[in-house]
Each structure stands twice: as C-alpha cells, then as structure tokens.
C-alpha cells in the first residue's frame, strides 16, 4: 500500500508514512472504530488517532474517504466512543452540530494567525471560544511537546516544600547570598519561533510533527498566555535559562534553585556582590534569548526586574547576612524575614507570613464575590466559610485528590503557624468582616453578616474564625463516605443555587463542579 496523505477531523496534518510515531498505539480507538458505522469509510487503512483535552484526532486517508463526505450518523458513532477517555459523559447531540460546521469548514493546508482578543490587567492573553478548532490544534501540539519533551510543569506545593526545608538548614550558615529575580512580561516578551529553533529544530521529533509545530510557531508573534501551547513553549525554554543561570552561577556554591515560570529563587553558598549577581543574571538571559539571533535582529525583548541608577526594585532583591542582621524577601506570595542577633552562628530567628500584596488580592477577591447580585444569604454564608479553610474533592481528570482554599495554598505556612509574621496573623483575624465591609452589598445584608461573623469568631471552634480554621488546617471534604454524600450535597446546592434546581440525574462529580463553582473565589 501506498503512503497517502491523511486528514485529521478537527484539524489538518499530513503524514509521509501510515505508521505516524507521535500517535499513541491502537488500542480500544480502533476496537471502537470496528463497532461504528465508520467502519466502511476507515477499512483498515485508519492511521492513528490522538485524543487532546477535550477533543478527538482521527486520521483518515484521502483516497478512503473525505471528511465532508461523513453523515451525522458516523460523526455521532466517533464522537460517543473515543471522545474522552476518563468516561465523563457529554450531550453528543449538543455537540454535534458544531463539530459538523467545523469539519466542513476546515481545508487541508489551513491555518490561523493567532491576534489577542482579550485584555487582562494590562497584559494581552488569548481566548478562544470552547471547542475552537485552532485551539484543538494546539492542544495537540502540546500533547506532542509534552510526551516527546518530558515537559514537567512547576508545582507549587513541591517548591514550597523543598523552599521551607532548605530554608531551616540556611539560617545556620554564616555566609549565603538570597537571589529572587522575576522577568519582565515573560509571556508577552518571548517568540515561539525562537523557541522553536533553539529546542525544537533539531530534536528527534517525528519530522512531519515538527513542521506542523514549526507552522503554528511562525502563526503567532507572542507565547501569549491563555493557552497551553504557550505554556509548553515558556516551559521548553525556561529550562534552557535554568541550565545557563547553573553554568554562570558555577562558580558561586549554588545551594538552592527553582523556578516558577517567570518568579525564580537563587541560595548561593558565600557571600557575592549585587553587582556581580546582575552581571552573571544578565549573561544567563542573554544565553538562552538572544545569542541564536546575534548579529540579526532579535524576535525576543526578555528583561528582568532590576535596580537601575542605585533605585531598589520591588521584584529583585539580593540580601546576605554579612550586610544585613535582618534579611527580608518574597516569592510565590510568601515573606521570609531572618532575624540576627550579635552572634551569627547561633541562627536566625525566622518569621513567615502572606505577603501585602496577595492579602489585599485575597479581601478584594472575597469582597467581588460576595457583592455578586446572583448570590442568596446561603450562598454568602459558604462563601465566608470556604474563604479560609480547605476544599478537598477527587478529581477525574487529575486521577488524584485535589485540594483549594486559602489553608491549602499555604499549607507550609499553616504548619508553621507559631512563627507567623503579625501583619498575617491580624489579615487572618480581620479577614471575613473585612471582605464583608469591602462589598458592595446593601446597609441591611452588609450588617446581617457582619453581626454574623462577629458572633461567631470569638470562638476558636467556629467555623467563622478564620485564624483558627486556618491554624487547624479545617477541610471541606467533597467525597461519599467520608464528606458529604450524594443526597446531602444535592440539599446543600438546592439551598445556595439561583434558581432552585431538582439536580436529578446528575452524577457526583457533576455536583461537586457545580458546587465549586458556585462558591469559588478568584484567587
């Protein structure tokens, strides 16, 4: 048999061979396939198939059969078989007719320059619409740069943990240098086709894959920020700037590093100047984007934070015992403050806290959601209590617990809660009455509240008392058996949801993204 050319459902590529690599192996898509009204079409020339976040990727040879040549009862038989793979159930019908349209409209050969649409505080950030064939097409190129790339994406929690274990081995040591950097825009800033030429040209990605990527890559000015190609992008060449920032930095006793997309950590071993430090940060950047393009003009405009003209900058600092008794920095929203005494080698005494800027997000985040018009006085009264404490659920796409909430996204901070700064501490008692001044609720309902939480944190054990709740690290347990099962969490939404709703048929997983929805806040 020959090598015809194939054409993907929900996006176009072509392929040199049938047997695409980048494509998983056969398995219970083909078996699917066999016991669809597809099967007449595909035979058994069916090349591969590759199912993205919310989207499915069929191959089928140009000579077997044309894409607008498939009727709505063969489209259905695909969609309802292998459109995900964790078993969530979907409204085919709903579906269908928009995936038809986009099949019919989409060519061979087509692709989209991608412009923002959407500006958010001050940056640009792409939307597109659910289900947008470009954004299916570069979902599938993520899935590619993720699996052939090994791209792991930083963990929060993971950083915080190896951050707070390294930082009660520091306060030991006489001399150590703290570096915190953060980039400039870092999304905004970066060309994914210089990424592109720097760490995907000459992988050993599969050729017809990496022309596709090449193509998306030239279709886009920016990594902008709202997709996850993008994310990979920044993530591939990030990793880039951390191998070149552990060349410079060779030299300087490197005891801690990490990186969180734009917001990076340095411990060095001994004591190094400021200016040396803006020296060896500068050569790391322009290692990684802007040596490819020396002595042409450059397709990145990548900067840090740094102080210029002896000005300090809120976003870099470089601190070291030997010219300080008290070190203070952030990263990740935290503060760490090391405090001397005369003798150095006793150790630092060390307080921790949320910093100013994520406490005044966080009040204002709980005071916008509380003066939503389509939240009742039930809905108000979970909003206050989840405003602090944990929201644990299992997640089918994860395939793992996930847990949200203020106590969760400080867990680190909760453990350490003896040693927390008193800016901190009086955020966290004043928290829930000031969000409830904060909004934009009526004199009545504003009060009604307010007398409610007042009440009610005097007392440790409360609910209410959002210092307790988060010293106590209180959950919200979202799972049959040991949290609210199915009738009882049906009766909680029926009280806090506008309008009421019956919620019948509704699976649990179902019920519990309805109620995270209801009572989430921003941040």
């Known amino acids: 048999m020959g090598s015809p050319d194939c054409i993907f459902i929900l996006t176009t590529i072509t392929a040199d061979r049938p047997n695409i690599s980048s494509a998983p192996k056969k398995g219970f898509m083909e078996t699917a396939l066999r016991n669809s009204p597809t099967e007449n079409v595909l035979n058994s020339n069916f090349l591969g198939f590759r199912v993205a976040n919310f989207a499915l990727f069929l191959a089928i040879p140009k000579k077997l059969a044309n894409i607008q040549e498939m009727n709505q009862e063969q489209l259905r038989a695909v969609l309802v078989k292998s459109f995900f793979r964790h078993h969530r159930k979907i409204d085919i019908e709903k579906l269908l007719p928009f995936y038809s349209k986009q099949i019919c409209s989409a060519s061979p050969g087509t692709y989209f320059a991608l412009k923002p649409n959407t500006y958010v505080i001050g940056r640009k950030v792409l939307r ?25 994406y930083p963990n929060r929690d993971e950083i915080f943990t190896l951050l707070f274990g390294e930082i009660d081995r520091l306060r030991f040591l006489p001399r150590y240098t703290v570096v915190r950097f953060d980039f400039q825009n870092f999304f905004n800033t970066v060309s994914p ?6 760490c995907i040209k000459n992988s050993m990605l599969f050729p017809p894959d990496r022309e596709e ?26 990793k880039e700037f951390d191998r070149n920032l552990q060349l410079v930095f060779r030299e300087h006793d490197i005891r801690f590093y990490q990186r969180y997309v734009d917001d990076g950590l340095l411990f060095l071993g001994h004591n190094v100047p400021q200016r040396t ?14 040596a490819l393009d020396k002595g042409k003009k450059n397709r990145n405009n990548v900067a840090l934070h740094l102080p210029k003209s002896g000005m300090a900058s809120p976003k870099f600092t470089c601190v070291s015992p030997a010219t300080n008794t008290t070190l203070s920095f952030g990263f990740l929203g935290c ?7 005369s003798n150095v080698l006793s150790g630092a005494e060390i ?32 909003i206050l209590k989840n405003a602090v404490r944990r929201v644990v659920y299992f997640s089918e796409i994860h395939q793992g617990w996930q847990s949200t909430g203020l106590a969760s ?69 979202l ?3 040991i949290g609210y099962d199915r009738k009882h969490l049906i009766h909680l939404l029926q009280k806090i949801d506008t309008p009421w709703r019956s919620y019948k048929g509704w699976n649990y997983n179902k019920l519990v993204a309805r109620y995270r929805y209801l009572t989430k806040m921003s941040d």
């Not at 086709?193 to 720097?198: R, T």
């Not at 430090?277 to 802007?290: E, N, P």
């Not at 100013?356 to 009742?376: F, G």
């Not at 009610?456 to 210092?467: G, H, L, Q, T």
Request: hydrophobic share 40%.
């Open 277 to 290: 430090v803006i020296k060896l940060l500068k050569d790391a950047v322009f290692r990684t984007f802007y």
């Open 351 to 382: 307080t921790y806290g949320i910093s100013e800027h994520k406490r005044n997000r966080i009040v204002s985040s709980l005071a916008r959601r509380l003066s939503d018009p389509r939240c009742n006085f039930r809905l108000r009264q979970e």
């Open 193 to 198: 086709s210089y990424v592109f030429d720097l």
């Open 128 to 152: 597109m619409p659910a289900g947008n064939i470009e954004a299916v097409r570069l979902n599938y190129y993520t899935r590619i740069l993720n699996a052939n790339f090994k791209i792991r």
């Open 479 to 481: 799972s049959p058996g």
């Open 213 to 238: 990527i090449r193509k998306a890559c030239s279709s886009m000015k920016r990594c902008y920020p709202g997709i996850a190609f993008s994310s990979a992008l920044i993530e591939l060449i990030g």
């Open 335 to 341: 503060d760490f403050h090391m405090a001397y005494d």
């Open 409 to 477: 996204r400080y867990i680190e901070l909760a453990y350490r809660f003896e040693k927390m700064d008193g800016p901190t501490l009086a955020f966290l008692t004043s928290l829930l009455a000031e969000g409830i001044r904060l909004s934009n609720l009526g004199v009545a309902e504003k009060g009604r509240l307010l007398n409610m939480v007042n009440s009610f944190s005097r007392n440790e054990k409360s609910i209410y008392n959002a210092w307790s709740s988060f010293r106590l690290r209180r959950a919200n347990i």
